[in-house]
């Protein structure tokens, strides 16, 4: 698919100091709208997520799904040299996107005070688990810390076993896209005003952020009311949540409106005449009786197919609790390039995560993507970016300032 207008980026430059999903996957997300993003890696071994995934010669699949598209410039940051060369960027940078733990990034002397006085119109993005300020500030870790100080951790699970942790980087990913946000709106700031910014994202504050009722009634309630934790039905509504069939599990979720489809799907045209389901309050009040009777009518028929389809036929909101692999060949999800493509010189090619949002100006291409070995990049951007010559950059391979992937790297997960 091609596409003869610009995209909303085009012209913006990015420098990238990132690892893991975070700060990647804004980076990653800016240069999907079209700017051209740098990723400074400072060692041979380069981002850790290049250990993880299917590995390769020094090749991953993690590592391609987050930074596909971007230059790779491998940089000693503990040699002077190779701070001056950031510090030469900076000039010609629109935005710094950074995830390492607070106070990293100032001490090897990229800190914004020092970045904003070369550039006073840089956008800078630190991105952390709990932000820069506050008395966590200084904590490392990872997305699953994130939840379980936001008491996140907590509601996930049966309630009478402990907490689970889902499989999946929820708040990697979702505090770089909310960081990716964050620098579109003060890039659209600077149009308007001339300024740069500073901007602290925290995977501690994306996850609070995802409380979509318990707080306010938590705390108006207090001492009444304790969030907890329901396993696969939800805790406010009935029903909701996730039954067996045959074959698979279903989700279903009826708001008040809609149990009168629900009642006639399951042959109960009447269903709200009676006194333990004509509200939501009194459902979950009966919420057993309610699952045991769902899961009734569900037995009758020979598969998951068979439900689904009387549910349908008076729209009652439901769906199959697919598998991954079920997921990943759905003809929604590839129709829409939900699931794209990606293609690396050693790993082969492989499905990963498209981006989330459709853009009318400009459709999303459906060419493979692909990701660069550590320091691939180097010449291209010392030249182009810094205007070095040939001699100056072979002497900072020399000396060891430049630094490029040569050797295969070992695998930490597969």
């Known amino acids: 698919m091609t596409n003869r207008n610009p995209r909303m980026l085009q012209g913006y430059r990015v420098l990238e100091l990132g690892h893991f999903v975070a700060g990647p996957t804004c980076a990653k997300i800016l240069g999907e709208m079209g700017a051209e993003v740098i990723?400074?890696?400072?060692?041979?071994?380069?981002?850790?997520?290049?250990?993880?995934?299917?590995?390769?010669?020094?090749?991953?699949?993690?590592?391609?799904?987050?930074?596909?598209?971007?230059?790779?410039?491998?940089?000693?940051?503990?040699?002077?040299?190779?701070?001056?060369?950031?510090?030469?960027?900076?000039?010609?940078?629109?935005?710094?996107?950074?995830?390492?733990?607070?106070?990293?990034?100032?001490?090897?002397?990229?800190?914004?005070?020092?970045?904003?006085?070369?550039?006073?119109?840089?956008?800078?993005?630190?991105?952390?688990?709990?932000?820069?300020?506050?008395?966590?500030?200084?904590?490392?870790?990872?997305?699953?810390?994130?939840?379980?100080?936001?008491?996140?951790?907590?509601?996930?699970?049966?309630?009478?076993?402990?907490?689970?942790?889902?499989?999946?980087?929820?708040?990697?990913?979702?505090?770089?896209?909310?960081?990716?946000?964050?620098?579109?709106?003060?890039?659209?700031?600077?149009?308007?005003?001339?300024?740069?910014?500073?901007?602290?994202?925290?995977?501690?504050?994306?996850?609070?952020?995802?409380?979509?009722?318990?707080?306010?009634?938590?705390?108006?309630?207090?001492?009444?009311?304790?969030?907890?934790?329901?396993?696969?039905?939800?805790?406010?509504?009935?029903?909701?949540g996730v039954f067996p069939t045959r074959d698979g599990y279903i989700f279903i979720i009826v708001q008040q409106h809609e149990m009168g489809r629900l009642g006639r799907a399951m042959g109960k045209p009447d269903i709200l005449d009676d006194p333990r389901f004509a509200t939501n309050r009194d459902r979950m009040k009966n919420s057993a009786a309610m699952r045991e009777m769902i899961e009734a009518w569900l037995m009758t028929f020979p598969g998951r197919a068979g439900a689904l389809a009387a549910l349908e036929a008076h729209r009652v909101p439901c769906a199959p609790v697919l598998t991954l692999d079920e997921a990943m060949t759905h003809p929604q999800l590839i129709e829409r390039g939900t699931v794209r493509k990606a293609r690396d010189k050693l790993v082969g090619e492989f499905p990963i995560p498209g981006i989330p949002v459709r853009f009318s100006a400009w459709p999303q291409s459906d060419a493979p993507v692909e990701a660069s070995m550590v320091g691939a990049d180097n010449e291209r951007v010392m030249r182009e970016m810094l205007g070095l010559s040939d001699d100056e950059i072979a002497a900072l391979y020399a000396d060891g300032v430049l630094i490029h992937h040569t050797l295969p790297l070992p695998a930490e997960n597969a």
């Open 39 to 240: 990723k400074v890696e400072r060692t041979l071994q380069g981002d850790h997520s290049r250990r993880f995934g299917i590995v390769k010669d020094g090749a991953s699949t993690y590592f391609v799904q987050h930074n596909h598209g971007k230059l790779c410039v491998g940089l000693d940051l503990k040699k002077p040299r190779a701070r001056e060369l950031v510090l030469a960027m900076v000039p010609k940078l629109d935005v710094f996107v950074e995830n390492f733990a607070p106070g990293v990034i100032d001490a090897m002397g990229l800190g914004y005070e020092e970045l904003r006085r070369i550039n006073p119109r840089l956008i800078m993005c630190s991105i952390s688990v709990a932000g820069q300020t506050g008395p966590l500030n200084r904590i490392p870790g990872y997305d699953y810390i994130g939840a379980a100080y936001a008491g996140i951790t907590g509601l996930l699970g049966e309630p009478d076993r402990p907490p689970v942790t889902p499989g999946l980087a929820i708040g990697d990913v979702s505090t770089g896209v909310a960081a990716a946000m964050a620098v579109g709106f003060a890039l659209l700031h600077r149009e308007r005003t001339g300024e740069g910014q500073y901007i602290d994202a925290s995977i501690v504050d994306t996850y609070f952020h995802m409380h979509e009722q318990n707080v306010p009634v938590v705390a108006i309630r207090e001492g009444r009311y304790k969030a907890r934790r329901t396993g696969s039905m939800h805790p406010s509504m009935s029903p909701c």
